[in-house]
């Protein structure tokens, strides 16, 4: 039997995503069968696909995934949500008719009609967790990585109430989320993006938004406790200013050079510049799935593409325009 899926062809443009067909996978003893009804375009998939990884990881990516093309990986996507439709003979903790969403770990394979995921994945396998009633499956795809850094982030700053946060890049996957959750810990937010995004911020709570074109915010007199960069590639030295003395700043797409600074103000001051993600641990994925279930994390959804559509996905997600995150619709 086969499924439809998207092929990942080439690295580079998302011409490379082309609509083709696949065999079902077969669930082995410990794995579980899903039939995806919706996965994510995040910004984290297109850097995959164009192969501009930070830290330098994209020699480790080819390696892994193929020199000169994507061979031994031939599906994109890492979030996906959907329904158990199979499991294994020694899988107890998931049944069929379970409506589940998680990430598919560094298998990828999230822009088909079905995947295979062990019940109990280990590292880099992924994570699954079955998804609360009140999130649809389109908001649950494109909740957990960027939920589970958002987590992470605040819970490694100790982030406490009254204390202030400025996000850079607030109007994407991570940055929607980190403003919700800072603002019901009470936190005062700044939030800086473009402009077709600070309404939403607004709405979401942001205490002041900020339109990155029309100002340098890096020439405020105001200092933050937290400051989240989903930005980062240029001017992190003038932008470190803005943090207190023992405030915290978290690069989430960092190079090389990053390491060095980072390690220079560890030594030489007391802020700390924090190259780190999330480690897509059960602790981290069950306070998203609590988090989303008590309605204090809603995932922004922009723009919903039916699954043969992927390239154009991807073309939207780099168009500057997204307002949050971009769902392909797999199954109804
Ligand atoms: N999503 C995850 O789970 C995850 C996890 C770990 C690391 N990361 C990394 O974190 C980065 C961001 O992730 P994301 O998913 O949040 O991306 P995203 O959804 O694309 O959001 C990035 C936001 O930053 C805005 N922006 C661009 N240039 C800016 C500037 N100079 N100043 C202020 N805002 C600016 C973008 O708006 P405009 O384009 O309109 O300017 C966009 O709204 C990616 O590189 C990703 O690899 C992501």
Redesign the pocket.
Known sequence: MTMKTVLWTKYGSPDGLIPGEKEIPEPGDRDILIKIAAASV???D??FRRLE??LGLSFPMRLYAGWRKPERLQVLG??FAGEVVATGKDVSNYKPGDPVFGTTGMGFGAYSEYIRLPSEPGDAQGILSIKPDNLTFEEAAVL??????AIHYLRKASLAEGQNVLI?????????LVLQLAKSRGASVTA???P??LKMLRQLGADLVID?NLEDYTQRDERFDLII??????SVLKKMRLLKKQGNYFL??AGIKDLFLSLFFKLFTGKRLRIE??GQSREEMDELTELAAGGVLKPQIDRVFPLDKAAEAHRY?????????IVLKVAD
């Open positions: 995040s910004a984290g297109c850097e990884l930070p890492q979030e957990p990585t960027a939920g589970m850094e850079i890049g607030a109007g994407g996957s991570i940055g929607t800086v993006d473009s077709d995004k990155y960069d989903v930005v980062g590639r240029k989430a797409y993600s999330a997600a780099e168009s500057g325009s997204k307002k949050g995150n």
